[in-house]
């Protein structure tokens, strides 16, 4: 208990000193990552699979950015390659994997973690699965092929949801 309290600290503290103005949204989803130049990846994709009208809408998300750097991590030419027409389908359902229905704070999912005995499943739009958990000390979403992604930043508050911050791209099956 005294080490999942340890997180939770570390957690929040995380969450406080990334972002203080997280507070005061003013900007839907897109326009808060469009803001972030560690994101333009994610805007071009979100552009190409036609998903910004969806983005933009009442929501709310809870939607687990991958940075730049994340998308870099895959295999050479396959941002490219899904960045063409003839892949939209296969673009959408890799980024809808990354949203989940509703504003789940970082608060609610360490709770979720908590209440599920060190494990929360969470539903994505695409309707996939992504686990959560914690991995020393650090929150961690496990895909549904094993892949796993750090939550880095937390609780980048939206008028339509929340971003989470991740460093590597989940996949579904």
Do not use: C, W
């Amino acid at each position: 208990m005294k080490i999942f309290k340890r997180i939770v600290l570390l957690f929040v503290v995380g969450i406080v000193g990334f972002n203080a103005s997280a507070q005061m949204a003013t900007q839907d989803i897109v326009g808060v990552a469009a803001g972030s130049k560690n994101h333009s990846t994610l805007v071009a994709a979100v552009k190409a699979a036609g998903l910004v009208e969806t983005l933009k809408s009442k929501g709310p998300f809870t939607v687990f950015a991958p940075t730049n750097d994340a998308f870099n991590k895959l295999p050479a030419g396959t941002v490219e390659t899904l960045l063409k027409p003839e892949n939209k389908a296969k673009l959408t359902a890799i980024l809808t994997y990354h949203v989940v229905a509703g504003k789940l704070n970082a608060k609610a999912v360490l709770a979720a973690i908590k209440k599920g005995n060190g494990i929360a499943t969470l539903t994505t739009v695409q309707g996939g699965k992504l686990t959560a958990g914690i991995e020393d000390g650090k929150v961690v979403l496990t895909d549904e092929n094993g892949g796993k992604s750090t939550v880095t930043a937390t609780d980048l508050a939206a008028t339509n949801g929340i971003i989470h911050v991740i460093d590597t791209v989940v996949l579904p099956k």
